[in-house]
Nanobody, 127 residues
Framework: QVQLVESGGGLVQAGGSLRLSCAASTRTFGSYTMGWFRQPPGKEREFVAAISRSGGSTYYADSAKGRFTISRDNAKNTVYLQMNSLKPEDTAVYYC????????????????????WGQGTQVTVSS
């Protein structure tokens, strides 16, 4: 299991921006495909974005395309989610996850288990 810790959540007005970070405690961070997921109030957890081990490939849910950007710094064992033009419907607890031997597209398959989850960080977007 990979230990992951998210940070950067908070309260922001609609149209604003936030940058989430997820730090991994593993010496093999570069061997994991990384993803961001979210769970809105009263709803199931859903996929947001994924990035390949090298950072060369990314994949987004339709709700994130054009507004969110996932990136990673393997030297810092950290993956980021830059969120712009935030909407009230983006309000959720955001989680990062690590999965070995996965394509970025497969990270969107919620039934495939991950090798680690963070504890989540709350993002609240006010209208």
């Amino acid at each position: 299991q990979v230990q992951l810790v998210e940070s950067g959540g908070g309260l922001v007005q609609a149209g604003g921006s936030l940058r989430l970070s997820c730090a991994a405690s593993t010496r093999t961070f570069g061997s994991y495909t990384m993803g961001w997921f979210r769970q809105p109030p009263g709803k199931e957890r859903e996929f947001v974005a994924a990035i390949s081990r090298s950072g060369g490939s990314t994949y987004y849910a339709d709700s994130a395309k054009g507004r969110f950007t996932i990136s990673r710094d393997n030297a810092k064992n950290t993956v980021y989610l830059q969120m712009n033009s935030l909407k009230p419907e983006d309000t959720a607890v955001y989680y990062c996850a690590a999965r070995s031997r996965s394509t970025v597209q497969a990270m969107g398959v919620m039934t495939i288990p991950n090798d680690g989850w963070g504890q989540g960080t709350q993002v609240t977007v006010s209208s």
